[in-house]
């Protein structure tokens, strides 16, 4: 495994091919997993974050940095890598709740950042405008801010504010795979990610789990996988089914695991809402019953039957102005902390990870008919 060129320069010809050909497979993004592209990792990892199951901090690595490198590129190299179990710690969520968070070992954090770099490049050419969730150059609050926006410029009535249950507990790895394999043509690559998926949980209490589904979040490959995953099992669906055969106008923002859709006609919105669970269902997803529901949103509340919705830690509703004009406001949701300090969602779980010493990497359409459809 031959060091090459620099990983910024490496990305930038694969971002460039993702974009001149949304059917390319890419062969041989194995081979960035050298010692200078992982050394690059590294330093970019925070020194301070919290050490996995073996305990090996920043610091002990870096000491040893010129022999733990080409150690681990040689396992690599002789497909001798294992991935170490993730350690799970649990962190406070709106209504009193826990979130699981897992944390990797320091190794399984540098090859994940470099996985997450590659995975990145590829797919910020395909995903939609409508996904603003950790990718670069977006953020909670101004996808928020232009949400606000496009609900009181458009003819928006109803909202569907759905809540997807447990997400990251029931991606299904055979999906999760198969999705990647549209646009990765390495199977040794995949076959990394792939023990990833089914590495094993320390729990707090000691007991050690092998899910057969589900991913930990934490890791800094979390979230761009989290992105592919509803890139093909919702933003496809919406942009290619439910917009095109809705007959008013009708928009959708996802950040990370949480979204809502907005639609000018009831009858689109009923139907969608109708037809979610299908959709999810069959990428081994289920919407909470519970917290999804479809809220009438319009503007003047000409029928007095206007509700309100929260989403990314902000609840949105109609008011007037001093001027007298209806505005859509944001004020911050009751039993969350703001947006600018947490987030909600996976959105708050990745913020409170990097507070917990977790890492996550700075910042196409599918093919195959079998998933879109």
Known sequence: MKDCQTLQTSLRGIADRARRDPKARFRNVYMLLNEENLRECFRALRKDAAPGVDRVTFGEYER?????????????????????????????????????????????????????????????????????GYRPGCDAREASRDWAAKLGGGSYKWVVDADIKGFFEHVDHDWMLEMLEQRIDDKPFLRLIHKWLKAGVLGTDGRVMHPAEGTPQGGAVSPVLANIYLHYALDLWFDRVVRRRSRGQCAMLRYADDFVVAFERQEDAERSLKELPVRLGKFGLELSDEKTRLVRFERGNPSGGNGSFDFLGFQYHWETTRRGRWKVQRRTAGCLRPVAEMGCGFAGAVEHSRQCGADRPAGHRLQCRRVVR
Request: hydrophobic share 40%.
């Open 64 to 132: 040893d940095l010129d022999t733990n490198i080409p150690a681990l590129v040689e396992r690599l190299k002789h497909k001798r890598y294992r991935a170490r179990l993730v350690r799970r710690v649990n962190i406070p969520k709106g209504g009193g709740k826990l979130r699981p968070l897992g944390i990797p070992v320091l190794e399984d954090k540098i090859l994940q950042m470099a996985v997450a770099k590659v995975l990145t490049a590829i797919y910020e050419e395909d995903f939609l405008p409508l996904s603003r």
